[in-house]
């Protein structure tokens, strides 16, 4: 199935689930909600629970509606389009546990692997300001050193340091410290300081990253890894950058998913 069948089909369960979700189970009332999915004995998706975000309408119609027998029904629905959708995500039922549903503006839905709570108050807040100042950097960086013109990189995370390379010479070198990580697979992200894989020294420089933000508030900062879509490892690494007055966040792609390093005293070789 190319991308083509894919988008269609995602477009067409969506379009079914929508429905359902506004006849059903009061979508007008509130704007995400989280589908755990498990199999059962047979190997067969079964819905393990159901969270509702983001509520913006009548509170009261919402608990009710989600908490009577009206919602039995509709479960193996739910329970059967999240395994189809993460078909077509490519990943693996058993790894995501599930999946997000978000209502749109316009009343349509999207859908995220994964069980993808909303952003804290104060992220979801600065966020469009923090990517935009963040892809200001990256853009300053690129027209001084163009990182992304050159044909190799080299990181030391236990070094803390990066260098770009072309036709096999250094020419950018910067402290690259480690701040987390996001895996494909799981759809889900990792601060640095919390991987139980790197030498400590590389631990702790990634934890003071986290340490040093003065919004204590953020439950992404508490939490040690948490399902995520690219996006938000995206802000979360602004939210860093733009806190530590760094340099940029450099993302550097691997099988199992992405590395985001945060860059500083980025300099010629």
């Known amino acids: ?14 379009g079914e689930i929508g429905a359902l979700l506004h006849e059903q189970l009061a979508a007008d009332e509130w704007g995400r909600v989280l589908v755990e999915v498990v199999r059962d004995e047979r190997g067969e998706p079964i819905v393990a629970g159901v969270d509702v975000e983001d509520i913006v309408g009548d509170e009261a119609k919402v608990d009710a509606v989600f908490g009577s027998e009206a919602m039995r029904p509709v479960l193996p629905v739910l329970a059967k389009a999240t ?4 078909g077509l995500e490519d990943v693996d039922l058993d790894d ?12 349509a839905f999207v859908w995220l692997p994964g069980l993808v709570h909303m952003p804290s108050e104060s992220l979801d807040r600065q966020w469009d300001e923090l990517v935009a100042k963040l892809r200001a950097r990256m853009q300053a960086l690129e027209a001084r050193f163009g990182l992304s013109r050159h044909d190799r990189e080299d990181v030391d995370v236990e070094g803390q340091t990066i260098v770009f390379s072309s036709g096999g010479q250094p020419r950018v070198l910067a402290r690259a410290t480690l701040l987390g990580t996001y895996s494909r697979r799981s759809r889900s992200f990792a ?8 030498p400590e020294a590389a631990r702790r420089a990634s934890s003071e990253l986290v340490d040093g933000l003065p919004d204590r508030d953020m439950w992404e900062i508490s939490t040690p890894v948490f399902p995520a879509d690219e996006p938000t ?4 690494g602004a939210l860093v950058c733009e ?6 966040v450099h993302c550097s792609p691997r099988d199992e998913g992405l590395v985001f390093l945060l860059l500083r005293d980025v300099r010629q070789a």
């Open 96 to 107: 995501v546990r599930g999946g997000t549903f978000l209502r749109q503006p316009d009343g």
């Open 233 to 236: 490892a995206w802000a979360l």
């Open 243 to 248: 806190s530590l007055g760094a340099d940029g």
């Open 191 to 198: 601060w640095g300081g919390y991987s139980k894989d790197l």
């Open 1 to 14: 199935m190319d991308r083509a069948e894919k988008a269609e089909m995602r477009a067409e369960i969506l």
């Open 83 to 86: 395994e189809a959708l993460c």
